[in-house]
């Protein structure tokens, strides 16, 4: 037994309690700015670490969010709940529905799109047990949420396979690539996600326009056709301050 | 179509690709400590944000990961590939094995258990559907793989539920939490899986041994038994730079 392993509350977290009770009776409008650290250091007449854990207690607690350079604000965005088997069944793009839509709710969203044929990239090229040189068509994606940026995603997938099909072009249609696998007759069957978690390098958070402490969660699928082929890598990067990922399975 | 979709190749990339192939010629001894930031900008006439970048770059790539105050190292430690629906499918706890062991493989690890009966947290309280005031058996674990802190984790079980069984003593015997309530009728058949990802308050780096800046997965699962309702809800916190996540399902 030790006490590490439940560790107590302290100073900071009656500081987030007090800014909490002030935040929920409304004494701050949604949106509006938190005091800055320098204001509640003096409030509360504590150390600047003792604040910043405070303010990071109602960040976690979803309250708040900084915004790049502007500081702390209530935060107004509603998280993206990211329900990976719901999304990705066939019932959805099957029925020639956006797999985004699942996400979204109706909330609206806007995608910036790029395709191109390219050589594979090694790790790509292992994923599809290809020969050096092989292409792949690559799909690279920015979406946008609400005017916010919460993923940019790259899917490849062999140029072999889906030579000639709309997957080559930016708009797939209805259902999307996987309803393109599906015409060609390499629907996926299985997928395989594969979560990390970092902080952004400088060029991904302007990307995506979140400050260098706002980790991203790197999530790389792999989709498998019935004959346990894989048919498309993709490589995502999330916002982490826009999503919840969620995952049901049996025992 | 925008290049924002897909950002170009620059400087910190040459850097990193000059360093890790040093690092794989074996320039730096596994174990062995990077050049400093000072160093390398020296060396390559680079910008700090640059350098940093660089280093990022390898740490993404888990050549290397930093040390508290003291530098970026070659990284030793493998990176535990959990596996969710395999470590928690029933043939796994109901055959009296650790749901860990499927993760370490036969790694070595240790386990700091405290074991109490509390009353229910609000938010905890909310997902049993509990009247206020009811009771819970928290158990929290500090897991230690290798000498090093993967993951704190804290369970909630309905104490009326649990009650007199081993879930309330540090050692629930083979098999665990899910494999005692499978003996009182409730075993777990469906987990769902929440994962947030945030940088660490300064007392939970300080439990999990890691930089304020290595963010933190939070896990919360929820199981559920045969009548669909809730029989434990864990709240998981990994170290992101000791695991990556794995989700596998059928479309």
């Known amino acids: 037994m030790t006490?590490?392993?439940?560790?107590?509350?302290?100073?900071?977290?009656?500081?987030?309690?007090?800014?909490?009770?002030?935040?929920?009776?409304?004494?701050?409008?949604g949106g509006k700015r938190l005091p800055s650290e320098a204001g509640l250091m003096q409030r509360f007449g504590a150390a600047r670490g003792t604040v910043r854990d405070?303010?990071?207690?109602?960040?976690?607690?979803?309250l708040t969010e900084a915004k790049k350079g502007s500081g702390v604000y209530l935060r107004t965005f509603e998280r993206i709940r990211r329900d990976a088997a719901q999304r990705l069944a066939r019932s959805n793009w099957g029925a020639g529905r956006a797999i985004w839509?699942?996400?979204?709710?109706?909330?609206?969203?806007h995608?910036?799109?790029?395709?191109?044929?390219?050589?594979?990239?090694?790790?790509i090229m292992a994923v599809f047990g290809m020969r050096p040189g092989s292409r792949v068509w690559r799909r690279s994606r920015l979406h946008r949420t609400e005017?916010?940026?919460?993923q940019q995603s790259t899917s490849y997938l062999p140029a072999d396979l889906v030579a000639g099909t709309a997957i080559t072009r930016p708009d797939t249609g209805a259902g999307g690539t996987y309803a393109r696998l599906a015409d060609i007759g390499h629907a996926p069957i299985r997928f395989r996600e594969e979560i990390r978690s970092r902080?952004?390098?400088?060029?991904e958070a302007k990307v995506l326009g979140v400050t260098m402490s706002t980790p991203v969660m790197l999530i790389a699928r792999t989709a498998f056709d019935i004959d346990g082929q894989p048919v498309e890598v993709n490589e995502m990067m999330l916002d982490?301050?826009?999503y919840v990922l969620e995952y049901n399975f049996n025992s």
Chains 1, 2 share one sequence.
């Open 199 to 203: 902080l952004p390098l400088s060029h």
């Open 111 to 123: 995608e910036d799109v790029e395709v191109e044929e390219v050589e594979a990239p090694e790790h």
């Open 101 to 109: 839509d699942s996400d979204l709710k109706g909330r609206r969203r």
């Open 54 to 62: 405070a303010v990071a207690v109602l960040q976690a607690e979803d």
């Open 240 to 242: 982490s301050n826009s």
């Open 3 to 29: 006490n590490r392993a439940r560790p107590r509350k302290p100073r900071y977290q009656e500081i987030a309690d007090e800014l909490r009770a002030e935040i929920e009776t409304g004494v701050y409008d």
């Open 147 to 150: 005017g916010r940026f919460v």
